[in-house]
């Protein structure tokens, strides 16, 4: 069977591309190489508020673990810097979720295939035909969507992306612990060099007796330490009694997206095509605006590729310039001693002390983030190629 299009990757990227197409009657599979949808979870689970979910589904309470109330930043055990943004964003059951959109997708014809891996592209010439299974077998479609994840290896056959640099790579390990720390609906960051250098560690709310922690490092260049070790320290102190489950590691491309998302009738979405904050580390959100603009470029297609083009041209338009000042303002906090960064975030809190756009609580303007910029230009300036890339 020749299928419209093939999918590389059952998260959610790659689940919603194939839902929505196939909601329009096109032949879809998708493909994975894990043995079951949503496991394992791979990173907090916050995301956009209920406004931000329902631009693209029907909202399930059943997924909505907890409700978003506010920000807290913590420098180094100092009193925390907070900020209540009532119905900030949601916590996710971040399995329940994919299993839905599975679920939508196959209701309506998409076929899901797991404990597949791929090996490669199928070619006829100059033409990609489909996809190479491990198992000797080749899918044959129209559109081939690499949606599978931070080391994409679509996007590398495909001559689109290479290899993440050590520095490009947010390294990350987290568990699910029973505890009241930090339990109050507020999404708590922790920095400083004596938490965690090049990084930072979170506590995100789960269930009223559950939080997620986690540790992230800003690039694996460094020889140990790693994650692991910051992470154990701060249970030590915070948390030394409280019950752990549900140990997971992950990792965030923190590169650029290409400016070049399609090649052909292959085209990438999601952490594939490196759409995540590279700040935040964040992309549930950036998932799903990602794959509805290319749902609705190859359903515009028609069977040709003369409309992927502008899947790229759109999304080199506010998203890529958007991501660009967030990668900037990484390498400062990155460059910055702890002083520094709690200049930032008293200078943050008079940047974004509006009240924010209930819809989007997080989609900031590029005024604010320039303004934020010109604030710390000293070290901002040394990133100015980034800005032109």
Request: with cysteine; aromatic share 8%; glycine share 8%.
């Amino acid at each position: 069977m020749k299928y419209d299009a093939a999918i590389v990757g059952a998260s959610i990227a790659g689940l919603y591309t194939g839902m929505k197409l196939a909601q329009n009657r096109w032949r879809v599979v998708v493909v994975d190489r894990r043995s079951a949808i949503g496991v394992p979870v791979p990173c907090g689970e916050a995301t956009g508020n209920r406004a931000e979910l329902s631009r693209f589904v029907k909202i399930d309470e059943s997924w909505i673990a907890r409700d978003i109330e506010g920000l807290a930043f913590h420098l180094n055990g100092a009193e925390a810097v907070s900020r209540a943004v009532p119905q900030a964003g949601v916590v996710l059951h971040r399995d329940r979720f994919e299993q839905a959109l599975a679920a939508a997708g196959t209701s309506r014809g998409m076929e899901i295939r797991l404990t597949t891996p791929v090996v490669g592209l199928a070619r006829s010439g100059e033409t990609f035909t489909g996809v190479l299974l491990e198992n000797g077998d080749d899918v044959e479609a129209d559109f081939l969507i690499g949606a599978d994840g931070c080391e994409s290896l679509v996007g590398r056959w495909a001559g689109l992306t290479g290899p993440l640099a050590e520095s490009e790579a947010f390294s990350s390990v987290q568990y699910r612990v029973e505890s009241g720390f930090c339990n109050d609906g507020y999404l708590h960051f922790f920095a400083g060099s004596r938490v965690i250098p090049r990084g930072y560690i979170w506590v995100f709310p789960k269930s009223s007796t559950t939080v997620s922690v986690g540790a992230g490092l800003y690039g694996s260049d460094r020889s140990p330490p790693r994650a692991e070790r910051f992470l154990e320290a701060f249970l030590a102190s915070h948390m030394p009694h409280a019950a752990r489950r549900n140990l997971i590691t992950g990792c965030v491309p923190l590169a650029l997206c290409p400016r070049r998302l399609c090649k052909g009738n292959v085209v990438l979405v999601g952490d594939a095509a490196r759409q995540c904050n590279p700040l935040t580390a964040a992309g549930i959100m950036n998932a799903l605006e990602a794959a509805d603009l290319c749902v609705r470029k190859l359903l515009m297609s028609k069977g040709s590729t003369n409309h992927l083009l502008s899947y790229s041209r759109t999304w080199n338009g506010r998203p890529r310039r958007q991501q660009k000042v967030f990668l900037v303002l990484k390498e400062v906090f990155l460059a910055s001693s702890d002083t520094e960064i709690s200049k930032a975030v008293f200078t943050l809190q008079s940047v974004f002390k509006a009240a924010p756009d209930r819809s989007r609580p997080f989609r900031f303007s590029l005024f604010k983030l320039l303004r934020l910029l010109c604030a710390f230009f000293p070290k901002a300036v040394r990133q100015w190629r980034v800005l032109l890339k």
